[in-house]
């Protein structure tokens, strides 16, 4: 059966820089079945969903649903629900915790300040507190959105729960489908694609170790797609997997072409050229797509160690 996933994989599309974007995600477990449009077509609320999603726009904060991996025939509405809040960027990054009876505590929130690091009202408004467990693997399920996240995603959430992954989640959507099955890390926000189960552990691995592991990474949500391709590759380039050693500082230019700085916290500097490109030959961009697509590829054409002389003003 060929599906989107089969045709990118068999086109050798590159993974590097498709990670969602997000400075800080925000979830809520919400059992049940989900639909393409979670926030508004689950279990949950749909005004309180349209309600979060109004407050989310422009925040840098994306709202995200999550479910235990397994069967999710409708069991009722959860008595308590897990709530976690991420910041993604690095030497600013956290991970939060909490638990609500209630899910409309989180339209308490202040989602301007969340997304700019600020995580008070998170903790105030759900008792929040720092995330003390294993760092979490979220698995994108959402068969609504497309079939590959439910065939390939589902199996893939199942094996890391039933091996002991205490931080495995489903999740509704990290975009991608071509890439399922796709997973986002935290609490340092790096996502990848075609995962499979040992891949997924080693990466978890390394988390607890704060060490990022490149291949099959997409990215960091911290960064703007450019920004993604450009600090992968300063990693491949200089062999640096500290998670939070480098930092997108600058990024000139626009699409096609943009001249990214990444900075490590040694205070050397890279500049990295990043081309837009379409992929080709056309392909269908998810299993739902009506017409095929070309979507845009970040490819690095140089990475540069620049003098102390040449480094750019941030």
């Known amino acids: 059966m060929s599906t989107c996933t089969t045709v990118s994989h068999d086109l050798d599309e590159p993974v590097s820089g498709t990670a969602a974007t997000a400075r800080t995600w925000l979830l809520l477990e919400q059992p049940g079945p989900w639909g393409a449009k979670a926030l508004t077509s689950s279990h949950l609320d749909p005004a309180l969903g349209r309600a979060l999603e109004a407050a989310a726009k422009d925040t840098g904060v994306r709202i995200a649903l999550i479910r235990r991996p397994g069967r999710h025939a409708d069991s009722g509405t959860p008595t308590v629900r897990k709530v976690y809040a991420a910041h993604t960027a690095p030497g600013k990054g956290w991970l939060r915790s909490a638990t609500t009876r209630d899910p409309r505590d989180l ?113 960091s949500s911290a960064w703007e797609r450019p920004g993604q391709a450009a600090e992968l590759a300063v990693r491949r380039a200089v062999g640096e997997y500290a998670a939070e050693a480098l930092t997108v500082v600058r990024t000139d230019g626009a699409a096609p072409h943009w001249e990214v700085t990444v900075a490590h916290v ?49």
């Not at 199942?158 to 890439?179: M, Y």
């Not at 070309?294 to 540069?304: G, H, K, L, Q, Y």
Request: charge should be neutral; glycine fraction near 12%.
């Open 266 to 314: 040694d205070g050397r500097h890279w500049r990295v050229l990043v081309a837009q490109t379409a992929s080709l030959p056309p392909r269908p961009e998810s299993c739902g797509a009506s017409v095929l697509g070309s979507p845009a590829r970040m490819d690095v054409v140089t990475v540069r160690e620049l003098t102390t002389s040449t480094v750019p003003a941030s």
């Open 107 to 219: 339209l308490d929130l202040d989602l301007a300040a969340l997304g700019r690091g600020d995580h008070t009202s998170f903790d105030a408004a759900l008792q929040g507190r720092a995330h003390t467990g294993d760092p979490l693997a979220l698995v994108c399920t959402n068969g609504k959105r497309d079939r590959c996240c439910a065939l390939l995603g589902r199996p893939l959430a199942a094996e890391l729960a039933a091996s002991g992954v205490e931080g495995a989640w489903e999740v509704t959507h990290l975009g991608g489908h071509r890439f399922s099955p796709t997973v986002l890390v935290l609490p340092y926000g790096y996502a990848y694609g075609r995962a499979e189960a040992h891949t997924v552990k080693q990466v978890l691995h390394s988390v607890q170790e704060g060490r990022i592991v490149v291949e099959g990474c997409r990215g």
